[in-house]
């Protein structure tokens, strides 16, 4: 078998054999292909597409081309869920309590943040001591124990997909609906879960801009999970402003703490009845979304989804008491608003700009290697479609540097839109696909 022949073939449209992906995929990660050759490829790909069969043999073989985890110990279904990413996405740190509450394991890996986007364990790490360097027994005890564990992601899970995502992002061929879905189900199928949950986020602080793009790669994760043998659903919801109010890790904390205290925002508190929803049903625990909802509602009320996340918390090295007390989380020297030029009502605020906003400040990363403030961010007071007057608060700002908070006021102003008409209302989850 030649690579020759394997680029030849896809550039005048054929159809790849599971045989061929394996054997590209292997060479790629063993060094044995160069760049030059599978950077060929990729380009072929993005013009000729790929077809369903061909989606799922990249996907298994990038899945295989390193560590599965193995989650054999764990008792019980296990239901991992997975965002595509956006600004104050702080879904895990509630919804996994929830889920766990209701008796379903959830045995998660997650990143840390990179440019405008949080990541889940940056996030946890508001919480002083806690921990994500478990080892894989350590992790599989937990989620036993207690029913919740959440690690980082390991260097030795689908390298492939590493390999390969370096090299489209270099050569313009990130965007291409088989090689994303690929990309994301593959680290999905290595992490060991029984079922998948995907919430698919579409809108300005979204990676799939259109609904119509979100759709699509719902879809095809949803077949490449089924042809994998696993029971997999995805919700579309909206990211046109940022999920909630508070942008930035330890005000994100603070905000999935008073949701899990039954205080949530009615945005943020839809996805995770959504998502968790469907985790409920996927793990046979529920049998439709009203039922799961109602449980999944219960378990904030009586308040065993906010022990649930101390539980994890203190499992992890973390003080059970910031829980309970999040006053003890990281808290900035300087909060000031950014107040309103004129009177209006909201049309829209950029999302990403918003994230941009908490990048500035020093809440996320330029680059991997940078350090991140755990305690600044935004908490925004005013959401699309509200009111506000003129010299009104558009959102406070936590800030720790007089001339940061400078810059993301201008960028803040800048993000929001006010106008004299409020905007036409849109639902919030757009779709679910099972």
Request: charge should be negative.
């Amino acid at each position: 078998m030649r690579m020759y022949d394997i680029i030849m073939k896809k550039r005048n449209g054929g159809e790849l054999s599971s045989e061929e992906i394996q054997f590209f995929i292997d060479g790629y990660t063993r060094g044995e292909i160069p760049d030059y050759q599978v950077s060929a490829l990729m380009m072929a790909v993005y013009f000729q597409k790929m077809t369903e069969a061909e989606t799922l043999a990249l996907t298994m073989a990038m899945a295989d081309s390193g560590d599965r985890l193995d989650l054999s110990q764990i008792h019980r279904i296990k239901v991992d869920k997975h965002s595509t990413g956006g600004v104050g996405d702080k879904t895990s740190l509630a919804l996994a309590p929830m889920v766990a509450a209701c008796g379903i394991p959830v045995a998660k890996m997650s990143g840390r943040g990179l440019g405008h986007t949080g990541g889940t364990i940056d996030k946890l790490e508001s919480f002083p001591g806690f921990s994500t360097a478990l080892t894989t027994q350590q992790f599989i005890e937990n989620v036993n124990r207690i029913g919740i564990a959440i690690m980082g992601q390991t260097a030795d899970l689908a390298p492939a997909d590493k390999k390969l995502y370096a090299l489209r992002d270099v050569t313009a061929t990130v965007d291409n609906m088989s090689l994303i879905a690929s990309s994301i189900m593959s680290k999905k199928l290595a992490a060991g879960a029984d079922a998948i949950v995907l919430d698919v986020k579409t809108g300005s602080g979204a990676f799939m801009k259109k609904e119509s793009d979100a759709r699509a790669l719902a879809e095809e994760m949803v077949k490449i999970g089924k042809n994998a043998g696993r029971k997999t659903m995805a919700v579309i919801s909206d990211m046109d402003q940022p999920l909630g109010y508070a942008v930035g890790n330890a005000l994100e904390v603070k905000e999935a703490i008073e949701t899990l205290k039954g205080r949530g925002p009615a945005d943020f508190l839809e996805l995770c009845l959504s998502l968790g929803s469907q985790m409920l049903i996927a793990a046979g625990k529920a049998g439709n979304d009203s039922q799961a909802g109602k449980m999944l509602e219960a378990v904030i009320s009586d308040g065993s989804a906010l022990e649930k996340m101390a539980e994890f918390v203190e499992a992890q090295g973390g003080s059970r008491e910031a829980v309970y007390h999040p006053e003890l989380l990281p808290k900035a020297h300087i909060v000031r608003p950014v107040l309103a030029a004129v009177s209006g009502y909201i049309d829209h605020i950029v999302c990403d700009e918003v994230g941009i906003c908490s990048l500035l400040l020093g809440g996320g990363r330029e680059t991997k290697e940078s350090g991140i403030d755990l305690s600044v961010g935004l908490v925004l007071c005013k959401k699309a479609g509200d009111y506000v007057r003129e010299g009104e608060a558009l959102a406070m700002l936590h800030a720790n540097d007089e001339g940061k908070a400078e810059a993301a006021e201008k960028r803040y102003l800048a993000a929001c839109s006010i106008t004299d008409m409020p905007p036409e209302k849109t639902p919030f989850i757009k779709a679910v696909i099972v």
